[in-house]
């Protein structure tokens, strides 16, 4: 394994809950009519339709999502890859350092941690299925992130974050921002949410 940070909390086949996954008493904000493709696009073609965001097949695209989270927080997302066979992530931040959890085919994992990248121990082989709908939450601690994909404890990772790292490909603008990638796939993203569990997020513009 590597030198990081941190520990492996291995994944079980069980039903798990991970941090306040489903009980929380945080507040949820829909963060989907905050998003406007003109202005948050950082790469690729993005449109909203219908209340659901679109990303057509570019190269590492990515959207920045208008909203600062606050110290805790999940970050929450529904969406479909329609086609394609790469990246779909989700962009977190903490303490300005942004980083990213990443379905890449039949490895799911936070990219990068230290010097690695999807070899690091928190990548787990599932598959990942065109047409299928999937809700991932990243559950964004002080001491660690941890990641639930439909009900399901899937990863998670002990840190301070000083070793979380984000690829020149995926950075957003503005660190303090959550965001959301797709590498040359056709993705839609019908629900993005953050809950608060400690402290006030607040929007950007």
């Known amino acids: 394994r590597n030198e990081t940070v941190g520990f492996l909390v291995e994944w079980s086949s069980d039903k798990e809950t991970g941090p306040d996954p489903q009980g929380h008493d945080g507040h949820t904000i829909n963060l989907l009519p905050l998003i406007d493709p003109s202005k948050d696009t950082v790469d690729g073609t993005w449109k ?5 965001l679109t990303v057509q097949a570019t190269n590492s695209a990515n959207i920045e999502i208008p909203y600062r989270p606050p110290a805790e927080y999940d970050f929450r ?8 066979n790469r990246s779909v992530n989700q962009i977190l931040t903490k303490n300005r350092k ?6 890449y ?31 991932s939450t990243v559950h964004v601690r002080n001491d660690g992130v941890s990641v639930t994909v439909d009900g399901e404890l899937v990863s998670s990772w002990k840190t301070d974050y000083k070793e979380m790292r984000i690829t020149s490909n995926w950075a957003l603008r503005d660190p303090t921002l959550l965001g959301l990638g797709s590498d ?3 993705t839609t993203f019908e629900k993005v949410e953050l809950i608060e569990i400690t ?6 513009r």
């Open 184 to 186: 040359r796939n056709v």
């Open 77 to 84: 997302v529904t969406f479909v890859r329609h086609s394609g």
């Open 98 to 103: 942004t980083f990213v959890w990443d379905f």
């Open 105 to 135: 085919h039949n490895r799911w994992g936070f990219y990068f941690i230290g010097k690695t990248n999807l070899d690091n121990p928190t990548v787990r082989k599932r598959p990942f299925v065109n047409g299928q709908r999937y809700t």
């Open 48 to 52: 909203k339709e219908n209340g659901v």
């Open 199 to 204: 402290g006030k997020g607040k929007p950007a």
